[in-house]
């Protein structure tokens, strides 16, 4: 295997121009197989290509590459990524495949898809304060790893995203007021990230700690990350329940949603849970603790509830994401989404809200469209370390909204789209007219049409740049890379 690297290695990193495409596609599958085996390569001929290009979370992610590899090494992504660099091949690289944006995570029969679903390892640290992580885990089975320790780690709010993407982006985690974002608890990515030219690095606060930083929310610009060791925390016990309401109470919610977040600002442990189901609303309430009835969630208790979800309960970090799991968006289906961030103000708040009623009406009948609140406290930036991660969040409460339109039909396509679009268009709109759109959009909630890395400010997008350039030289996740808010396309 060395020696075949080292051979690749010495007829260079790029045959631009050598063979067709399509060609050249072809004869880097060949070599694919031939350098990390049949057990691990997967084509149109393979009895699992079809379910394997199905992994991904929306339909609109199901393209069928010209190969699937699953490296089971660093070494392996080593070695595609120097075919890739010398054939020129385009490549898209998928972790969990949970990110919906079309063509995420997937690539069509002009290139091969880099699985990493099966680095799965994890490993517990001695002293118990990190664990290792592959990139091929969902954040479940971090939770599954620390629960019986009585730890927990920083992840999504739901089981089944992959642990590599959510760094990426930022990640928002169950209790960002404490512990900031998911990305701020990454203690090192151990000789574990694949640069262009198949070197495989460290990277932490104190080695190639601009790359470090680079990775935290500065999107899939640089290297393949494999494995990242997670800082854990001392977060077990959890208190939660949730409500339904009609959506006849939206006004009230909304002005218990701005008072929770002005009292949330000095009480960390608070979380909240905001999502416009077409006529109903969803509200979960979580608490980091064991608790009976927090004060901090006192705006909401006299609001008439048309059906309590979960009784609240005492419960863990692993209950609670298997719960969220349950209640989220159901089955298999296409997916389009949003994120937009803007101030907190009760009027704007209820405007939205509005908006969405009038557009979640006129969806398909298999369609649905949710909108998501996700306040932030200012004490959640500065819980970030801000400057240390590559978010270019600013230190002031705000409200996340996050969309997601599900649609069964291909001819539904159009239309959901369309109206995803336009709520995204009008919320926009509404907030920039009243003074009140933040120049922030979240990686991780973004649709493909969207351009986050903008909203980050000029001289951190510009130190990215320099970190691009400088781990990546030939610019091969620019020009090859398939997918994910690159750099080239700010």
């Given at each position: ?140 089975d971090v939770y599954k790893a620390l629960d019986s320790l009585g730890l927990s780690a920083v992840g999504t709010k739901e089981p089944v995203p992959g642990i590599v993407g959510s760094i990426l982006g930022g990640g928002s985690p169950f209790f960002p007021s404490m512990y900031g974002f998911i990305c701020d608890n990454v203690k090192g990515f151990q000789d574990q990230v694949v640069l262009s030219n198949s070197k495989v690095v460290y990277a932490n606060a104190n080695t190639n700690a601009d790359l470090f930083k680079a990775l935290k929310g500065g999107g899939p610009n640089y290297g393949i990350i494999t494995q990242v060791e997670l800082y854990t925390v001392p977060l077990h016990d959890v208190w939660y329940g949730f409500n339904v309401y009609n959506s006849s109470q939206n006004a ?239």
């Open positions: 295997m060395f020696q075949l690297l080292q051979s690749i290695q010495m007829l260079g990193s790029n045959s631009s121009g050598l063979l067709p495409r399509q060609q050249s596609v072809a004869a880097a599958c060949s070599l694919s197989k031939f350098l990390v085996g049949e057990s691990t390569y997967l084509d149109s001929s393979s009895s699992g290509y079809l379910n394997a290009s199905k992994e991904n979370w929306s339909q609109t992610c199901w393209l069928e590459a010209r190969c699937i590899v699953r490296p089971t090494t660093a070494t392996y992504v080593a070695v595609l990524l120097k075919v890739i660099s010398f054939m020129n091949t385009p490549f898209a690289i998928r972790g969990r495949g949970h990110n919906p944006n079309s063509g995420f995570g997937s690539i069509d029969s002009t290139g091969i898809l880099i699985d990493l679903s099966l680095l799965v390892q994890t490993d517990v640290s001695a002293d118990q304060k990190s664990i290792k992580v592959g990139a091929g885990n969902e954040w479940m009230a919610l909304l002005q218990a949603l701005v008072k929770y977040q002005e009292l949330s600002a000095s009480d960390p442990k608070a979380g909240v849970v905001f999502t416009l189901v077409g006529s109903t609303t969803v509200v979960g309430f979580l608490y980091a603790a064991h608790a009976a009835k927090p004060s901090v969630f006192g705006s909401f208790y006299d609001i008439p509830v048309a059906t309590s979800l979960v009784t609240p309960t005492n419960g863990t970090v692993q209950q609670l994401s298997t719960l969220v799991g349950e209640l989220s968006v159901p089955g298999t289906a296409n997916r389009h989404i949003f994120g937009i961030s803007i101030k907190v103000d009760a009027g704007l708040y209820q405007d939205i809200s509005l908006n969405y009623a009038k557009i979640a009406t006129n969806v398909s009948s298999t369609a649905s469209l949710i909108l998501s609140y996700q306040p932030l406290t200012a004490a959640a930036v500065t819980a970030s370390k801000n400057g240390q991660n590559s978010l270019g969040v600013q230190p002031q409460a705000q409200n996340w909204l996050a969309g997601v339109m599900s649609w069964q039909s291909d001819t539904d396509t159009a239309s959901s789209q369309d109206n995803a679009n336009k709520l995204y268009s009008q919320i926009q709109s509404l907030a920039r007219s009243q003074n009140l759109l933040l120049p922030f959009e979240f990686q991780n909630d973004a649709a493909f049409t969207q351009k986050p890395l903008q909203g980050i400010g000029q001289p951190l997008l510009q130190s990215l740049q320099t970190v691009s350039k400088k781990y990546d030289p030939s610019q091969t996740f620019q020009n090859l890379q398939n997918s994910g808010f690159l750099l080239s396309k700010k």
